[in-house]
């Protein structure tokens, strides 16, 4: 079977619910984060976005992306289980890279969490590494 032909853009305000409920199947969502508010502050900019792919108009992948000025990261990459091995993943990896360089940033990283190590031969197929640092983190009071 031929692979349905996409498109990606950026994200708009319309497209929160369809993008959240992709995370959400993706088992991306995690408890101590707010998705929809990861969504929108995202999509507000202007050192960030979420690229989603449609198909049919429905989104089938996404990837936040966002940068620091000197490094940028790779947030929420999602691929429909259905649609998964039909380079939606990886086409979305290229487009978040190419924004990316769009904006003079030269690094990309991100995080995979230990309950989803599975997803990193994908990450190394398209060039990643492991990175050996220590990640140190601390939860601010809001």
Not at 15 to 23: G, N, R, T, Y
Not at 77 to 90: F, I, Q
Request: include cysteine; charge should be negative; proline fraction near 5%.
């Amino acid at each position: 079977m031929m692979p349905m032909p996409f498109h990606i853009r950026d994200a708009t305000a319309e497209d929160e619910d369809q993008v959240i409920a992709l995370w959400r199947i993706c088992g991306l969502v995690a408890l101590h984060n707010d998705p929809f508010a990861d969504f929108r502050f995202a999509v507000a900019g202007p050192a960030s976005t979420v690229l989603v792919a449609l198909a049919d108009d429905l989104i089938v992948a996404s990837a936040m992306v966002g940068h620091d000025g000197h490094r940028g990261w790779l947030y929420y990459v999602a691929c429909a289980p259905g649609r998964r091995r039909e380079g939606l993943g990886s086409s979305v990896v290229a487009a978040g890279e190419k924004w990316l360089c769009a904006r003079g940033v030269a690094k990309v990283q991100l995080m995979v969490r230990q309950t989803n190590a599975a997803v990193v031969p994908f990450y190394e197929q398209l060039g990643y590494e492991d990175m050996p640092r220590v990640l140190m983190s601390k939860w601010l009071g809001t």
